[in-house]
């Protein structure tokens, strides 16, 4: 996943960061209003690698991770071997690196650097934290005026990278999607859309190595069944583990029944049942990583299915945010912000 803008790197050497504010993860950054059974997110390292001296990690694995080649789009699970670099074993689930792709922009200068979800648990893809994966997405689109056909630099230069290829690498960034420092305390719902399940592939994988209890679903959504990411390995996740369960929204491919198709915030009606207690819980947390207009849907679709009790563990509404149906993109992080319960990365 292309990483959100607020991820931005910042321009200082590398620096330890104690995340109780994270503990508030609004839009905006804003500190929390204290709901019960807020996490307790780690101290992480960010910009122990900077632009100005990148290192230089190896491809080792390039595979498609959508369910064959009928996809609508190119998405490929990228894994970096940065063994010998400083951000070998610096990074944790949920950060992202930066890219920094050769040559130079139209003006002629050097490309600026790309942000990337980990898609790794803290240990790496090689549980030493040597390497590191992402899930990166083709853009592909047509100029407005020209027709010309317009290819994103930085994703389309990870997707042609091969294996032993290097790569010129910063980061880690991010300090504020992350897993709590006591995992075991919580249960955790997963919304995601397209590459947004690259942080979650991560943390999943984490959750489920370290063998919590806690109750884990993973809301997946895209447009097409063959647009699934990484689904094999879900399912197989999910049989082995009975307290990860994994659900998926097709948008526009209904399947022999329809069960399957909508948005991920339609899970929130069809499986009720299952989301429901969870949602109710004090130890639940919610993260959801994705299209923006997911958060919208998904705070919106909390208001209007489910009563205030719940909807009050997941956003503080102020009362000039008016009813439900007038939630907007501007009114989440504003009068409907999130509490540090729910844990948002969307672009
Ligand atoms: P659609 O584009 O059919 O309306 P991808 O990143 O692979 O394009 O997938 C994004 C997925 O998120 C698609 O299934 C897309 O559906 C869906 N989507 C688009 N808008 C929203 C929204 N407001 N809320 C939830 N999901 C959305």
Redesign the pocket.
Same mark, same amino acid.
């Given at each position: 996943m292309k990483a959100d803008a607020t991820m931005q790197p910042h321009a200082g050497p590398s620096s330890t960061t104690s995340d109780q504010s994270a503990m508030s993860n609004q839009p905006g950054g804003k500190t929390g209003d204290g709901v019960p059974g807020e996490p307790v997110l780690p101290e992480v390292l960010v910009n122990v690698v900077t632009p100005a001296q990148p290192v230089v990690g190896r491809v080792i694995e390039s595979t498609l991770c959508t369910r064959g080649r009928k996809a609508s *789009?190119f998405v490929r699970h990228v894994a970096i071997d940065v063994s010998g670099t400083r951000l070998a074993g610096s990074f944790r689930a949920g950060q992202a690196f930066g890219v920094v792709p050769p040559g130079v922009d139209e003006r002629g200068k050097p490309h600026k650097l790309r942000l990337y979800s980990i898609a790794s648990p803290t240990s790496g893809e090689d549980g030493q934290g040597q390497v590191i994966a992402t899930t990166v997405?083709r853009t592909l689109d047509e100029h407005w005026e020209t027709h010309r056909l317009l290819t994103g630099v930085a994703s389309n230069y990870l997707c042609d990278l091969s294996v032993g290829d290097d790569v010129q690498l910063t980061g880690p960034s991010g300090k504020r999607f992350l897993l709590p420092v006591a995992p075991e305390q919580h249960d955790y719902v997963f919304f995601a859309?397209?590459?947004g399940i690259a942080p979650f592939r991560g943390m999943i994988k984490e959750l489920l190595a370290a063998g919590v209890a806690s109750r884990i679903v993973l809301v997946m *959504?895209?447009?097409y069944t063959t647009?699934l990411l990484y689904d094999e390995d879900l399912q197989r996740w999910a049989q082995e583990h009975p307290n990860f369960t994994y659900l998926t929204a097709?948008?526009?491919d209904p399947g022999p029944d329809g069960a399957g198709s909508g948005?991920?915030?339609d899970r929130l009606v069809t499986h009720r049942e299952q989301l429901e207690p969870m949602l109710r819980s004090e130890r639940t947390l919610v993260y959801v990583c994705?299209?923006a207009?997911?958060e919208?849907?998904l705070i919106r679709g909390l208001a209007e299915h489910y009563d205030d009790e719940v909807v009050s563990q997941f956003v503080r509404v102020s009362p000039e945010a008016g009813p439900w149906s007038q939630w907007d993109r501007r009114a989440i992080g504003r009068s409907v912000r999130a509490t540090g319960r729910l844990l948002l990365e969307v672009y």
């Amino acid at each position: 996943m292309k990483a959100d803008a607020t991820m931005q790197p910042h321009a200082g050497p590398s620096s330890t960061t104690s995340d109780q504010s994270a503990m508030s993860n609004q839009p905006g950054g804003k500190t929390g209003d204290g709901v019960p059974g807020e996490p307790v997110l780690p101290e992480v390292l960010v910009n122990v690698v900077t632009p100005a001296q990148p290192v230089v990690g190896r491809v080792i694995e390039s595979t498609l991770c959508t369910r064959g080649r009928k996809a609508s *789009g190119f998405v490929r699970h990228v894994a970096i071997d940065v063994s010998g670099t400083r951000l070998a074993g610096s990074f944790r689930a949920g950060q992202a690196f930066g890219v920094v792709p050769p040559g130079v922009d139209e003006r002629g200068k050097p490309h600026k650097l790309r942000l990337y979800s980990i898609a790794s648990p803290t240990s790496g893809e090689d549980g030493q934290g040597q390497v590191i994966a992402t899930t990166v997405k083709r853009t592909l689109d047509e100029h407005w005026e020209t027709h010309r056909l317009l290819t994103g630099v930085a994703s389309n230069y990870l997707c042609d990278l091969s294996v032993g290829d290097d790569v010129q690498l910063t980061g880690p960034s991010g300090k504020r999607f992350l897993l709590p420092v006591a995992p075991e305390q919580h249960d955790y719902v997963f919304f995601a859309t397209g590459t947004g399940i690259a942080p979650f592939r991560g943390m999943i994988k984490e959750l489920l190595a370290a063998g919590v209890a806690s109750r884990i679903v993973l809301v997946m *959504g895209v447009p097409y069944t063959t647009d699934l990411l990484y689904d094999e390995d879900l399912q197989r996740w999910a049989q082995e583990h009975p307290n990860f369960t994994y659900l998926t929204a097709i948008s526009r491919d209904p399947g022999p029944d329809g069960a399957g198709s909508g948005y991920v915030q339609d899970r929130l009606v069809t499986h009720r049942e299952q989301l429901e207690p969870m949602l109710r819980s004090e130890r639940t947390l919610v993260y959801v990583c994705g299209i923006a207009g997911m958060e919208v849907g998904l705070i919106r679709g909390l208001a209007e299915h489910y009563d205030d009790e719940v909807v009050s563990q997941f956003v503080r509404v102020s009362p000039e945010a008016g009813p439900w149906s007038q939630w907007d993109r501007r009114a989440i992080g504003r009068s409907v912000r999130a509490t540090g319960r729910l844990l948002l990365e969307v672009y």
